[in-house]
């Protein structure tokens, strides 16, 4: 069963950076584009940013310009910058098509 693992969230202050990371175990990503989702407590999960096999990224509005998404053999990125506080949520990786197994996602909290 394929295995998706998030890291590299935390507490940072509003127009600060972070870097996730998600590892994906077998060949998952090799041939399928993926993806960074976030949710915060009740709301619906919303797509982030999602990058293709070939390298093609696409973002939600409200992050173009200051998140950064990348890959690598099994590994997905998100480099964020000029964080802001309505970024705070719970963010997770997955495949496009997704697979149901979910990661536990990483909590990125953003203070003012």
């Known amino acids: 069963q394929v295995q998706l693992v998030e890291s590299g969230g935390g507490l940072v202050q509003a127009g600060g950076s972070l870097r996730l990371s998600c590892t994906a175990s077998?060949?998952?990503?090799?041939?399928?584009?993926m993806a960074w989702y976030r949710q915060v407590p009740g709301k619906q999960r919303e797509l982030v940013a999602r990058?293709?096999?070939?390298?093609t990224s696409d973002y939600l509005d409200s992050v173009r310009g200051r998140f950064t998404i990348s890959r690598a053999k099994n590994m997905g990125y998100l480099q964020m910058n000029s964080l802001k506080v309505e970024d705070t949520a719970v963010y997770y990786c997955?495949?496009?098509?997704?697979?149901?197994?979910w990661g536990q996602g990483t909590q990125v909290t953003v203070s003012s």
């Open positions: 077998g060949s998952i990503f090799r041939f399928n584009a």
């Open positions: 990058i293709t096999a070939g390298g």
């Open positions: 997955n495949t496009i098509p997704q697979i149901p197994s």
